[in-house]
């Protein structure tokens, strides 16, 4: 094809795909190409504009290593991460929601018994973290992995700290035989996206802040269920209404309880400083069974 102009270069582009022989990467592939040309001609897009879209993207792409996930800020500020969260995680009322992943989980973060300190020398008030993991049913969930992370009071997460050697506010836990879990920790903070790249930039120039209301992140998987990734935000906070990455749904706002110092702690002695408790009981999903293959 010659001559391709502004408004056959989308039929060309589809005709020079033709031949994708993965049905879903050739869906993918046009829907794409499709949008893309649309949105284009919808506004107009000049060549400096052009131009701008694709050094922002190259430095997303220069900011991003394992530590710092810049694309995924990028889709968790655009809101696509919240879209296709939500649109894959759709369960009936009264499971727990899911909510977005974000970029600070981390695979090797140490294992812990009910009951301890996952704090690990972080600094925050404390808070005591207690719930249920349950099915279907409402019959408990044992041996279930709990992972838990979270940032600091200064709403830091271990990984954003390089003077530290150790991971802090994270970790590993199982449910006990009666889907119970709990645990030490200490309060999480509202946090800012990290900022000092692109995306912040970005969200400057759209007039957006980067705060996250305070939230406490899990994820939960056990065999024949569908894994559960998902945070408890803090009720009262700030944010709640303006997250940087639209994450909150009102079923996963829990109350943190303040305890005055004095007040007695789960062992009936009395804490000599003000403390927090917080419960929040899970509800997974039984795995979707696969469908089955089609008999002649
Ligand atoms: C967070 O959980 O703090 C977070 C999530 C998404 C993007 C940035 C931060």
Redesign the pocket.
């Known amino acids: 094809m010659v001559n391709i102009d502004e408004w056959t270069i989308t039929k060309a582009v589809l005709d020079a795909q033709r031949g994708c022989t993965d049905p879903r990467l050739k869906t993918l592939l046009d829907s794409l190409v499709t949008h893309l040309h649309d949105f284009a001609r919808e506004v107009r897009l000049s060549e400096s504009e052009w131009r701008a879209g694709i050094q922002f993207l190259t430095e997303v792409g220069r900011f991003t290593d394992s530590k710092r996930q810049e694309f995924i800020?990028l889709s968790?500020t655009l809101g696509l991460s919240t879209l296709v969260t939500a649109q894959n995680n759709c369960k009936p009322e009264g499971f727990t929601e899911s909510t977005?992943f974000?970029?600070?989980f981390v695979k090797d973060a140490p294992w812990y018994d009910n009951g301890e300190d996952i704090a690990n020398g972080a600094h925050g008030e404390p808070c005591f973290v207690n719930g249920t993991v349950k099915d279907n049913e409402g019959e408990p969930i044992s041996d279930a992995h709990i992972a838990v992370w979270q940032?600091d009071k200064d709403g830091f997460y271990d990984v954003q700290r390089p003077e530290l050697s150790r991971l802090q506010a994270r970790g590993n836990l199982r449910s006990l035989v009666d889907g119970r879990f709990y645990f030490k920790s200490i309060v999480a903070a509202p946090?800012p996206?990290p900022n000092d790249g692109p995306v912040g930039r970005m969200l400057s120039a759209a007039g957006r802040h980067p705060w996250?209301p305070a939230?406490l992140?899990f994820m939960i998987t056990a065999p024949g269920y569908e894994p559960l990734i998902t945070h408890i935000f803090r009720d009262k906070g700030p944010y709640l209404d303006s997250d940087a990455?639209f994450g909150v749904r009102s079923s996963l706002i829990a109350d943190w309880e303040r305890h005055d110092a004095g007040s007695a702690l789960a062992n009936g002695t009395p804490s000599s400083i003000p403390y927090y408790t917080l419960r929040y009981d899970f509800k997974l999903f039984r795995a979707r069974p696969l469908a089955r293959a089609q008999t002649p």
């Open positions: 800020l968790d977005v974000g970029p600070f940032s946090n996206i996250r939230h992140h990455v």
